[in-house]
């Protein structure tokens, strides 16, 4: 993997491992999803970093970061995320998440718009009440409990059986992202979780959405209702990809990313996000 810069941020006790890719250029914040680690987003952070400083953060419980007993829910990792802006002296960042980060994204933003530039929302964790009890009373957890018994290799094989069309190095990242993902982390799926349209119904940044055509979690029919609720949402498709977009079609992520974000990034960096009148 490409070798870039990486560090520690503290975060209200909890350590965040990060890795950057540097340089004086506009920066962009990538957040996994669960089972993942910073170290995934490496084909993406390649597309990018010609244009942008890319933050590759592990969230708690995953990669390199403390894993604590608690804490999982996405206020704290929103919390996390406002932490790493401020340790880095982030100006103004646009958050790109994936599932699990697509929704910590959204609820950073919520939180604190007025340090956020912008968002890209990949097939984010947008669950209905019925689908979070549904997901929470799976055996995903206990799926992950047996996992951790296996080797990096033998989860490699798997993945692979499972999804021949993706690279190596992204299997690998996957398999050894997973060793590294505590059991406590997937206290995220305990319900609720965030209304999601009431969320992006709230957020005024300028937002892109990205799904997959292949059964995404958010579906084409739920990406109009929120570009009706939310005027500043802008949606793209991308086809042979379902929720493991970023895992599946990582260059053509990074090329959309990359248009929105330098579209969204003026000259005057520093000036802080624009806001839509009302």
Sequence with gaps: MTTWASGICEADGVALHWRRTGGARPPVVLLHGLTGSGACWAPVARALEGDFDVVMPDARGH?????????????DLADDVLALVSGLELSYPVLLGHSMG????????????????????????FLSPERQR????????????RALDLSA???????RARHPQRASEILELQAEARLQTCA??????????????????AIDLPTL???????????????????????????????????????????????????????????AQHAGPTRTAT
Excluded: C
Aim: avoid cysteine.
């Design 209 to 267: 959405l990205v799904i997959g055509d292949t059964n995404p979690v958010v579906t084409a029919e739920m990406a109009t209702e929120l570009g009706r609720a939310n005027r500043r949402l802008r949606v793209e498709s991308i086809e042979r990809a379902g929720h493991g977009l970023p895992f599946e079609q990582p260059e053509r992520l990074g090329a959309v990313a990359r248009s929105f974000l330098r579209e969204i990034f003026t000259p």
């Design 134 to 145: 549904e997901v929470h009373a799976s055996d995903v957890a206990e799926q992950h409990r």
């Design 184 to 201: 406590a982390a997937f206290d995220v799926l305990t319900p609720p979780n965030p209304d999601y349209r009431a969320v992006m119904r």
């Design 102 to 125: 697509g929704m910590t994204a959204a609820m950073t933003a919520l939180r604190a718009p007025d340090r956020i530039r912008g968002l890209v929302l990949v097939d984010p964790t």
């Design 63 to 75: 990669g390199r970061s403390s894993k604590p007993e608690h804490g999982y829910r996405y206020e």
């Design 153 to 159: 290799s033998e989860l490699v094989e798997q993945a």
